[in-house]
């Protein structure tokens, strides 16, 4: 079914030409795009369910109808802050550093480019997450709550690499983590040279009680996507703003960068 | 006579640069404060000082009519007064309603498109004006509750959190595994997309009925997704006991005569 399609699955921009039909697809996710004169025809859907052409209900786009429309298929962070849920909690001892390195699934970014004005048009996870509340009941905030894979999941092309070192600077406790929550706004994609992709570095610097700070490096990294660069800047230090003493468990968040 | 018509003309062109003036003021006043505090604070607040302005500005313009026309204001209060008291006793309802509608606009324990209960009423609330506010029920009908009786009365409102808790209320015969059926419900919960991961599920043992052990699954989700979860758990509920072959019991009654522990033959006659 669908060997008449043309195959582009892989980051980056690509040539859209009338009535052909496009694949971009990984091994959990597919998405099909078309363009009708001037509508574009965009329709995704997950691999396990049997795709019958004839019944695709496409979501269209309106656009100006002309010959060179680009597109551009790029990942994503969600739309909403990440907590990492490890499956169990890990403890630090005092003075003692971590590096943890986790992957999570990554979400797909469709852009249009006509006449050099880029639109977003969709954003798809690959994989479906679930959500979860992260504060109290009464003020907190809606997130995806995904639990870290360990970084031999197959097609990690398709996953992104947090890099995270947890540092327990305190003389005093040993610092036990049981969930991180990551505004990913403010993270940066990479893309290495085995086109795999990963975030920025997150250091997590615990010092005593209540007294945690992220910070963030990007050094030596090929950026898909930058709001660092914006910034002009390659180490931002962060305060946290929400650290909750719950049982000896502290839970991290990283703050809006103030510059 | 030449005299007095020339200022009968004036007064009468007085008035009307007043009329116009006074009222087309007061209106553009009123609408751009009506949006500087809707933008500011919210639409119901600017409703309403928008409205207050509307009527200050009537009352100035009429005042100032008054006065032209030669009327004597201060007889003119005095018959206000008695008036206002009459009027006064005459609109207890509605001023009552006016004064509960500011309290609702600044307590604000609900806002536009929140889903409250009031009494048996539950529905999305489409406005909150001066006397009262307009909800639409579930089954599309208009209810215009008074302000005064939202003050009197106890009010839910359903949406104002972001996240709420669906109760599943569970029975299973006594026979069952407490243990299987926990983990049968929270696998349930712990696999639906919409249910969130934290808080996380949870399933307590109320009590041992007459005919039933009673529990309850408690699971969290979005406001805009409770009675979409709430469905598709209860159906994923019963389809994974038929599986499982998990009895949901209905009340059994066990009747006996003479001896307690001896139940009484009964004869079928043809």
Do not use: Y
């Given at each position: 079914m669908t060997k008449d399609f043309i195959d582009i699955?892989?980051?980056?921009?690509?040539?859209?030409?009338?009535?052909?039909?496009y694949h971009w697809k990984t091994d959990k996710l597919n998405i099909l795009i078309k363009k009708e004169n001037d509508i574009l025809k965009i329709y995704h859907y997950k691999s396990?369910?049997?795709?019958?052409?004839d019944e695709?209900?496409?979501?269209d786009w309106l656009i100006k109808e002309d010959n060179d429309l680009i597109i551009d298929i790029l990942p994503s962070y969600p739309d909403k802050t990440i907590v990492l849920k490890f499956?169990?909690?890990?403890?630090?001892?005092k003075k003692q550093k971590k590096q943890i390195s986790v992957i999570i699934p990554i979400w797909v970014k469709i852009k249009i480019k006509q006449k050099d004005i880029a639109t977003e048009i969709l954003t798809?996870?690959?994989?479906?997450?679930?959500k979860g509340w992260f504060g109290d009941l009464s003020d907190g905030e809606l997130c995806y709550y995904i639990t870290p894979e360990q970084e031999n999941t197959n097609n990690q092309l398709y996953f992104l690499k947090l890099p995270i070192s947890v540092i327990n600077n305190s003389e005093k406790n040993s610092l036990i983590i049981e969930k991180f929550a990551i505004q990913p706004k403010y993270l940066s994609i990479f893309e290495n040279q085995e086109l795999s992709l990963s975030s920025d570095d997150i250091n997590?610097?615990?010092?005593?009680?209540?007294d945690v700070s992220i910070a963030m490096s990007n050094l030596n990294k090929k950026s898909i996507k930058s709001p660092l660069k914006e910034i002009n800047s390659k180490l931002v230090e962060k305060k946290v703003f929400q650290s909750i003493n719950l049982d000896q468990t502290f839970y991290t968040y990283n703050l809006p960068i103030k510059k | 006579m030449e005299f007095l018509k020339n200022e009968y003309i004036?007064?009468?062109?007085?008035?009307?640069?007043?009329?116009?003036?006074?009222?087309?003021l007061s209106m553009w006043l009123s609408k751009q404060s009506g949006k500087f505090f809707s933008k500011k604070f919210s639409p119901q607040k600017g409703l309403i000082i928008s409205k207050l302005i509307l009527y200050i500005g009537y009352v100035i313009v009429s005042v100032t009519i008054l006065r032209e026309l030669g009327f004597k204001l201060s007889a003119l209060f005095g018959v206000a007064g008695i008036a206002g008291i009459a009027i006064g006793f005459a609109s207890q309802t509605s001023v009552s309603n006016i004064i509960s509608g500011i309290f609702l606009i600044m307590e604000k324990p609900f806002k536009i498109d929140d889903v409250i209960t009031i009494g048996e009423v539950t529905g999305t609330v489409k406005s909150i004006d001066m006397l009262s506010v307009k909800v639409r029920t579930f089954d599309n009908r208009f209810v215009r509750i008074p302000n005064e009786k939202i003050i009197k009365t106890e009010v839910t409102n359903v949406t104002y959190y972001p996240i709420r808790r669906i109760d599943i209320d569970i029975s299973i015969a006594y026979k069952e595994d407490i243990n299987k059926v926990k983990d049968i419900l929270l696998d349930l919960a712990n696999t639906e997309l919409l249910c969130l991961r934290n808080p996380e599920p949870f399933v307590t043992v109320n009590k041992f009925g007459n005919s039933s052990i009673d529990l309850s699954l408690l699971i969290w989700v979005e406001k805009t997704e409770w009675h979409k979860v709430k469905n598709?758990?209860?159906?994923?509920?019963?389809?994974?006991?038929?599986?499982?072959?998990?009895?949901?019991?209905?009340?059994?009654l066990s009747l006996y005569s003479g001896l307690e522990t001896k139940p009484f033959s009964i004869k079928i006659e043809k």
């Open positions: 699955s892989k980051w980056g921009s690509f040539s859209i030409k009338s009535q052909e039909i396990e369910n049997e795709l019958n052409i695709i209900l496409w979501q499956k169990r909690t890990f403890s630090i001892l798809i996870p690959v994989t479906e997450s679930f997590v610097i615990f010092k005593s009680d209540g | 004036v007064i009468t062109i007085k008035i009307l640069i007043v009329f116009i003036t006074g009222i087309g598709i758990m209860m159906q994923k509920v019963k389809e994974a006991f038929d599986k499982n072959n998990i009895e949901i019991p209905f009340p059994h």
